[in-house]
């Protein structure tokens, strides 16, 4: 019975385990539109054995009409519903696509947790402008208090994705993009770059953890301790090419490291001009 049910552990399934409201909204969105997808699906197959069944070469009864040509009733049937599913999805989408948007905060008493994220090869860089430290391939806040996402890449496109708590994003260089996510309770989750970009892709993933008040302050106070500085000369050695680092803290942060990381390709003129949405 253990091996039988071990396919459905919803550890191996993420997406359909949510533990914050955005993910939660994003799995409810994937099961309506399955919904909607199977009053399309369903009648096709039940209809496709049925005239298998119907018109079988040994069912002499079957009415045979070799001159028929059209049917006002068929052709209203085939048009009319399609365009009715589609319509219901397009309503849909477009209804969740704007209340998703990653960039529109979330409502909440508490006020936003502001975190800068880096994609860098093979590792993921969290900047905390308000505490004034740094970790490598750990992300942690407080749970119950919504977390706004800066996001860029220092090389190559990556995509940040925490399937349990946020959707998907992209991180490129040059440009920023901005995810919301909330945790509804304390709890360990894994975040890891959905998009390959090279040979660490595979080590490419991340520890989060969405803590009580006295446990956040506590991890602030654990990185303050760690005596290492990221200034420029150590931001530089950690975004050389690495694979499976380990978590690492900073006890300090070179000041607007973050935009000084954006600014770098638009000086070279490798990024795309348009400004990043804010």
Not at 108 to 116: A, G, I, L, N
Request: net charge positive.
């Amino acid at each position: 019975m253990a091996v039988l049910t071990s396919a459905c552990d919803l550890r191996r399934a993420p997406v359909l385990d949510p533990k914050g409201p955005i993910a939660l909204a994003e799995r409810d969105l994937l099961f309506d539109a399955f919904y909607v997808m199977m009053l399309v699906i369903v009648p096709i197959i039940i209809l496709t054995l049925w005239f298998a069944w119907k018109y079988r070469a040994t069912n002499t009864e079957a009415k045979y009409t070799p001159t028929w040509a059209n049917s006002v009733k068929l052709d209203a049937i085939t048009w009319l519903i399609p365009t009715v599913i589609v319509i219901a999805v397009a309503v849909l989408l477009w209804r969740s696509t704007h209340r998703l948007d990653p960039y529109r905060p979330l409502e909440s008493k508490e006020p936003p947790f502001d975190v800068q994220v880096v994609a860098q090869d093979w590792k993921w860089l969290f900047i905390y402008p308000e505490q004034g430290i740094a970790v490598v391939n750990q992300l942690a806040f407080p749970a119950g208090r919504p977390v706004s996402l800066r996001i860029t890449s220092d090389t190559v496109m990556n995509s940040f994705y925490v399937p349990q708590l946020a959707g998907q994003i992209y991180a490129m260089a040059g440009m920023q993009t901005r995810l919301q996510m909330l945790a509804d309770q304390p709890g360990k989750f894994v975040g890891r770059n959905s998009q390959y970009s090279g040979g660490g892709y595979s080590d490419q993933h991340f520890e989060v953890l969405a803590m009580t008040p006295a446990d956040f302050e506590a991890w602030v106070a654990r990185a303050k301790q760690s005596g290492a500085a990221l200034d420029a000369n150590a931001y530089t050695a950690l975004a050389a090419k690495s694979r499976a680092n380990p978590i690492t803290y900073y006890s300090t942060v070179e000041p607007k490291l973050f935009d000084s990381i954006i600014d770098k390709f638009r000086h070279s003129g490798h990024a795309h001009d348009a400004p990043a949405r804010r």
